[in-house]
Each structure stands twice: as C-alpha cells, then as structure tokens.
C-alpha cells in the first residue's frame, strides 16, 4: 500500500495504521518528504530527535 498525504490526511490516516498495527502486532512504514536536505538541524530537532525518544527505530536514507 502506497498513499501521499496532506498533513490533515496524515492525523485521520493514524487511527487506522493503529488498527492494523494492532491485528498485525507490528508495522513497516516508509516515508518520503521533500526538501528536508537544506535545513539538517531542524530535521534532527522536528525529525530524528523525537522519534529516538519514543524509542522508535528508523533508517534515514538519503537520496
């Protein structure tokens, strides 16, 4: 499943990957975002940082 959403989409969008996380016991999400290279420091603080805390592992690929 792919799908490209606005960030209204992306709220309502969380309830249901909640659901199928729940019957699947866990889920692979992949995310793209454009134009993040040119500011690096506000990805760590918006981005890396919060995602560490919640103990969620991720890989950044570059592109």
């Known amino acids: 499943m792919e ?5 209204s989409q992306l709220y ?3 309830s249901a990957l909640g ?3 729940d019957k699947s016991g866990e889920i692979t999400v992949t ?3 454009e134009n993040l290279a ?3 420091t506000w990805v760590r ?3 890396t940082e919060p995602l ?3 103990g ?3 890989d950044v690929k570059e592109e």
């Open 19 to 21: 659901n199928l996380a």
């Open 12 to 14: 309502k969008a969380f």
């Open 45 to 47: 603080n918006a981005i």
């Open 56 to 58: 969620i592992d991720f």
């Open 3 to 7: 799908m490209k959403l606005s960030k």
């Open 31 to 33: 995310i793209h975002g």
């Open 38 to 40: 040119a500011d690096a």
């Open 52 to 54: 560490s805390e919640a």
